[in-house]
Each structure stands twice: as C-alpha cells, then as structure tokens.
C-alpha cells in the first residue's frame, strides 16, 4: 500500500526502487470541476485506475493539483498526467517542470489523445486511447531503457476483469458530491458531432459484466454512488439487466443517459426502483434544425416537455444540459430556452458555450469555415466563447451566456424547483445549491 506524504514518495517510506507519480491538472479559469477551498464534486477515475493497473512492483501516489501544490522535487521515477482539453495547459507546465528536472513524463486522456503530436513537445512517450492494454509494457519498456514515444492498444478493451481504481490513494476529504464513482459501460451508440466521447472509446458499446459491477459497488462504504458512464442506458437490455440487480442494494445514485429513458416504460421504472434518483440529460436545444445539425436528430425537441413530465412521474430529477451558440441560434435562443427551463420545472440545469474540442467533427466543420478565433485550450472548458457565431457577436454569446446562468440561480427560483414536489427534495436541493454557487461566480453584466 502506497503511503502519501505530500502526494510523493520518500526513501524511507518503502524498499521499492520505483516510483510513480500520477497527476492530476488544474484548469483555473472553468466553472466546472472546480476546487474551492481543498474541496471538489466527486472522483474522476482515470487516474485511479492507472494506478490499478500499474504492477505491485512499483510504488504509486496520486496527485490532484487542484488542491495540492506539485513538489517538483520529490523522488520519483515516473510522471504520469491525464487531461481534458482545458487541463492541457496546466498538464503541459507540469510536464516540463519534471522533464527539466531529468525526470521522465507520459501523457494521456481525451486531448492528447486528439492531439498526440502536439503532446509530444512536452512528453516523452503519450498514450492514445485507453491504456489498460498497453499499460505494464509501457512501464516495462521504460525499465529496459526502451521507452517508445506513442503507445496505442490494437484494439478496445473489452470491460470484463477490469482492475478496481485505487481509491485508497485518494484525499477523500476533497470530494464533496461522490467519494465512490464506478464505470459499468463504455463508448456511445449515438455519434454526436459536439462530443469527444467516441474518438477515444469508439461508438462500440462496450458492457462491463453485470456480476463485476456489483461487486465493486457492494464494497462501496457510502449508500450513494454515481455512474460515471457517458450512457448509462445506451444497451438498454444491459442496463434493465444491471438495475435488476442492482434493487437487492438499496443503494441510490445517479447517472448520464439520453432522453430516450423516457420512451422505455420498463426501463424508466427499473432506473428508478434501483435507486437512481437524478438523470444528466443533454437536451442541448429546443430547436430541431440545431440537433439535426449536430447528428442528433434522434432528440426530438417537440416530445422534451412530455419526456421530463414522465421522467419525474416516475421520481426522478433531471438535471438538463442546454448548449448556446448553435448555427440556428439567435438572441432569442436565451429567454427561450429559461422560459422553457421554469415551464417544465427542470429540477437543475446547466448551460454550455458550444465548444469545438479537437477531435471532433465540429472542430473540422468550424476549422475548415475559419471560425475558429481562439485556440488557447485552457479556454476550452465550455464557458468561455472561442469561435465565431453565426447569428451573434462573440460578446452577445458570451455575456448572454453569464446572465442566463445567473438568472436561472437567484433564490427564488432555486427554492421554486427545489420545492416542486415532496419527492426528491434532497437531491434537488444539493444539485441547485451546488449550481447556485457556480452562477454566483459569474460576471455580472449589463
């Protein structure tokens, strides 16, 4: 068992000659993920299962910037960093901070796995794509001296004897939503052109065996948990038959899915006898032409108000998700969508500036129309505009953005969807506060 002690590793701690070091970024200019005072909303398992992974030979402690300075002086034989888009500047000065020091470093996640070559400058090997197979011959190939510069696994990992994350080597403190996250499923079915979901796990939906998930949430020493998955009811013949089981726990948690729940008696009713109590859905728009334009025409924006109607029938939150700055969008898109928002009674939501991430086919589509305008990737955390609008300036988007966050937050209509019904009030009331305090940190504009 790895002991942290400033989140490195000292000679007196253990006989072991390696040492890794895995690192977390930091992206200080989002809204989202972000740690305030040493705290933050739940367990990102990306680097806990790399540790997982990493054979009983070396030595592993983990490191989340966020809330811990990096001591780039500590002894270690090995630096390991996971990054989102907006991370990538923080991943990259961490990265040369241990490189100058003669120390080796890999990089991986969504974006460099986007951008490999872009990666290297600050790297000396990067991973794309998942790591569980090409992990320990990676670690091996650096004790022989023969580190390679790109790994990439043939194929996709197929889900069954995964390695349970190391969560003993996280700062539980620091998580204030969900200490215990698990992942049940991988990839999509769907093929959105916004999303970074596919380019790394592929649209295969990949199931993890109903058996195995169970035994990793029986360990849980929380009630509560949450589905890390991009889709929890992607197969819905997977996911009635894990909720089944999951009924014996009488545990409660949440998760992503898309609206079609709705459309699934059987599996809507399962969701919530299991004890989901709250859904992330990605609505995105209200205009049909803007999810068409996206690949998502699937989501049908004229069946939304009787969706969430039987989605909360059944006694389930919803937690919505709206993108702004769509090609259909104008300065209307903003009153419209808040005013659909309090007519259904969302009991949470959240706004996103549409965001080309690299990777993906809007990147392509925005790259290749020259409406890209800024590629400073610490930007790149969905509330901070970076390309041009069709149907608005660059500063109506943004500052139309901030005020509708803020204006969906005032007090008094948190406690109008906190209080919509006795059922849920709890989860309501957390999900509203948390978003509350995000809105209240937004400029105000005029």
Same mark, same amino acid.
């Given at each position: 068992m790895a002991v942290r002690i400033g989140a490195c590793l000292r000679d007196k701690e253990t006989f072991m000659d390696k040492r890794l070091l895995l690192v977390l970024p930091q992206n200080e200019r989002g809204f989202w993920g972000k740690v305030t005072r040493g705290k933050t909303g739940f367990v990102r398992l990306s680097l806990p299962t790399l540790a997982a992974l990493t054979p009983n030979d070396w030595q592993v402690s983990i490191l989340d910037s966020r809330a811990q300075p990096v001591d780039f002086d500590c002894k270690v034989d090995l630096v390991g960093i996971t990054s989102f888009t907006a991370e990538i500047p923080s991943a990259y000065e961490i990265? #040369?901070?241990f490189r100058k020091?003669?120390?080796?470093v890999v990089?991986?996640?969504?974006?460099?796995?986007a951008l490999p070559q872009e990666a290297l400058h600050h790297a000396d090997a990067v991973v794309i794509g998942e790591a569980e197979l090409i992990w320990e011959t990676l670690l091996r190939d650096l004790e022989a001296g023969k580190l390679q510069r790109i790994y990439r696994g043939e194929n996709?990992? #197929?889900?069954?004897d995964m390695k349970i994350p190391r969560r003993d080597l996280l700062d539980r403190d620091m998580y204030v939503a969900c200490f215990n996250t698990v992942q049940a499923t991988r990839g999509c079915p769907f093929d959105c052109d916004f999303c970074a979901v596919t380019g790394v796990f592929g649209r295969k939906f990949r199931t993890r065996p109903v058996a195995e998930v169970l035994e990793e949430i029986r360990a849980f020493d929380t009630r509560d948990f949450l589905f890390v998955?991009?889709?929890?009811c992607g197969n819905p013949t997977y996911a009635k038959e894990l909720f089944r089981a999951l009924i014996p726990l009488k545990r409660t948690w949440g998760g992503q899915t898309s609206i079609t729940l709705a459309r699934d008696d059987e599996l809507l009713d399962l969701y919530a006898k299991s004890g989901g109590r709250y859904a992330f859905i990605g609505f995105e728009s209200l205009s049909e032409q803007?999810?068409?334009n996206l690949n998502k025409k699937w989501n049908r924006a004229g069946g939304f108000g009787e969706a969430i109607r039987r989605i909360q029938k059944a006694g389930i939150n919803i937690l919505g998700s709206f993108i702004f700055g769509l090609d259909e969008d104008d300065l209307t898109v903003f009153q419209r969508t808040l005013d659909f928002v309090f007519e259904h009674r969302i009991d949470a939501v959240e706004y996103h500036v549409l965001t080309p991430f690299p990777g993906t086919r809007l990147f392509e589509t925005l790259e290749s129309q020259g409406r890209i305008?800024?590629?400073d990737w610490a930007k790149y955390h969905t509330a901070e505009v970076v390309f041009q609008p069709r149907n608005m300036s660059v500063g109506e988007l943004q500052n139309h953005f901030y005020r509708t966050f803020r204006e969906s937050y005032t007090l008094g209509k948190v406690l109008m969807r906190t209080f919509r019904s006795y059922r849920g009030i709890p989860s309501r009331l957390a999900m509203n506060w948390s978003y509350r305090k995000k809105a209240q940190r937004m400029p105000v504009v005029d």
């Open positions: 990265a #040369d901070g020091r003669g120390i080796p990089l991986g996640g969504v974006h460099v796995s996709l990992c #197929d889900m069954r998955d991009d889709n929890i803007n999810l068409a305008i800024d590629r």
